[in-house]
């Protein structure tokens, strides 16, 4: 059975920066497409940031360009969302998501896996 994992949400201040990860159980991260999506208060869950299951393809919703960077490690079977310049719209519970064999999708049932979420507070 596949699990995800997210840890590393927390309070930050504006400007700060903060690594999400997502640890994986039951699976092999390399043979799946994987995302982050959020969910603000009040607003429905959006896509954040995907990689393809070779690796080779990513993409970012437009809010997030230049600052969010996802990434994963095949040896630890976790992927992460390294978060830069964070404002306080960027505010949500970050949600790990996956897949096998995705290449990207950016609207959640292009997703078979979810994990529970993660805190991410942003202070002005």
């Known amino acids: 059975q596949v699990q995800l994992v997210e840890s590393g949400g927390g309070q930050v201040q504006a400007g700060g920066s903060l690594r999400l990860a997502c640890a994986a159980s039951?699976?092999?991260?390399?043979?799946?497409?994987m995302a982050w999506f959020r969910q603000a208060p009040g607003k429905e869950r959006e896509f954040v940031a995907g990689m393809s299951w070779r690796g080779d393809r990513t993409d970012y919703t437009d809010s997030v360009k230049g600052r969010f960077s996802i990434s994963r490690d095949s040896a630890k079977n976790t992927v992460w969302l390294q978060m830069n310049s964070l404002k306080p719209e960027d505010t949500a519970v970050y949600y790990c998501?996956?897949?096998?064999?995705?290449?990207?999708?950016?609207?959640?049932?292009?997703?078979?896996?979810w994990g529970q979420g993660t805190q991410v507070t942003v202070s002005s």
């Open positions: 039951g699976c092999t991260l390399s043979t799946f497409g």
């Open positions: 998501a996956a897949k096998g064999m995705l290449v990207v999708s950016t609207v959640e049932r292009g997703y078979d896996f």
